[in-house]
């Protein structure tokens, strides 16, 4: 299994960044996804999910509205749109698959809100 996260970077509060990931090493087509974030010193939350077919997604409270998930099953990748970005938002994000029973996590993007 492997996810690749990219995307990230420096963006001014109230922008917009949109996040990929992709996906190799499992049948993606029939796998949930998730995306998590980790602020410094900080554990890490989750901020968006969504089903293997796309039809169902989920978000923390505090994401909802502002950020969207979203997936290709052709191109084995997911997505995370966010827009209206605060300070707070700044983490990692990472994207994570459980796959027979495991947690499989990509590297990691970094995002930076920040005037």
């Known amino acids: 299994v492997q996810l690749v996260e990219s995307g990230g970077g420096l963006v001014q509060p109230g922008g917009s960044l949109r996040l990929s990931c992709a996906a190799s090493?499992?049948?993606?087509?029939?796998?949930?996804m998730n995306w998590y974030r980790q602020a410094p010193g900080k554990g890490r939350e989750l901020v968006a999910g969504?089903?293997?077919?796309?039809?169902?997604?989920n978000y923390a409270d505090s994401m909802k509205g502002r950020f969207t998930i979203s997936r290709d099953n052709r191109k084995n990748t997911v997505y995370l749109q966010m827009n209206n970005l605060k300070p707070e938002d700044t983490a990692v994000y990472y994207c994570?698959?459980?796959?027979?029973?495991?947690?499989?996590w990509g590297q990691g993007t970094q995002v930076t809100v920040s005037s």
């Open positions: 994570n698959v459980v796959w027979r029973g495991l947690h499989y």
């Open positions: 090493g499992f049948t993606f087509s029939t796998y949930n």
């Open positions: 969504i089903t293997a077919s796309g039809g169902n997604t």
